[in-house]
T-cell receptor, first 116, second 115 residues
Framework: GAGVSQSPSNKVTEKGKDVELRCDPI?????LYWYRQSLGQGLEFLIY????????KSGLPSDRFSAERTGGSVSTLTIQRTQQEDSAVYLC??????????????FGPGTRLTVL | AQSVAQPEDQVNVAEGNPLTVKCTYS??????LFWYVQYPNRGLQFLLK??????LVKGSYGFEAEFNKSQTSFHLKKPSALVSDSALYFC?????????????FGKGTRLSVIA
């Protein structure tokens, strides 16, 4: 596709349920990033994938959060046993990969997660 | 460590007047600097970036930003604001030596352009 896509655009779930958020990066982009944006707040880094390297999980807030990237393309962010404080907009971004370090990140439209 | 500060949560400007959205940064080495804009219920949209060379960078929609190494600043500017410029603006930084690591973002500045 022309840009980064994310699905679903909105997700409402009950506390304690698991959710999966999907990101399709721009074709050819080897770097993929997940951020979280809470209401009125800036962007909080969650996890970063670069090619076949082990992901940088340093931003994940708890072990309820995990992400994987299959085939170097699509990524899924999973939140287990959701809590109300997980309510936020989850943003995915991708960029061209290694060798050039000044590439900008291209963002998807986000998934708005509401935990009741 | 890398960090970005956007000292103003909110900037109000009259349509047709010049606008400035402030950003200062901190990196160990030399910075790559970025500005993004977020319209309501949308993802972040890239505006411009500073890599090296000319300190004045021109970007989309008539925006520009000036890199000032001595003041560690990268303020976003536009000579004449439009109502449609009203949005949330984010400054971001990456240390040149940090590879393709995630950009570090400021908390954002909400710009309101009043007709």
């Amino acid at each position: 596709g022309a840009g980064v896509s994310q699905s679903p655009s909105n997700k409402v779930t009950e506390k304690g349920k698991d959710v999966e958020l999907r990101c399709d990066p721009i074709s050819g982009h080897t770097a993929l990033y997940w951020y979280r944006q809470s209401l009125g707040q800036g962007l909080e880094f969650l996890i970063y994938f670069q090619g076949n390297s082990a992901p940088d999980k340093s931003g994940l807030p708890s072990d309820r959060f995990s992400a994987e990237r299959t085939g170097g393309s699509v990524s899924t962010l999973t939140i287990q046993r959701t809590q109300q404080e997980d309510s936020a907009v989850y943003l995915c971004a991708s960029s061209l990969g290694a060798g050039v370090t000044y590439n900008e990140q291209f963002f998807g439209p986000g998934t708005r997660l509401t935990v009741l | 460590a890398q960090s970005v500060a956007q000292p103003e949560d909110q900037v109000n400007v009259a349509e047709g007047n010049p606008l400035t959205v402030k950003c200062t940064y901190s990196v160990s080495g030399n910075p790559y600097l970025f500005w993004y804009v977020q319209y309501p219920n949308r993802g972040l949209q890239f505006l411009l970036k500073y890599i090296t060379g000319d300190n004045l960078v021109k970007g989309s929609y008539g925006f520009e930003a000036e890199f000032n190494k001595s003041q560690t600043s990268f303020h976003l500017k536009k000579p004449s604001a439009l109502v449609s410029d009203s949005a949330l603006y984010f400054c971001a930084v990456r240390d040149m030596l940090a590879g393709n690591t995630p950009l570090v973002f400021g908390k954002g500045t909400r710009l309101s352009v009043i007709a």
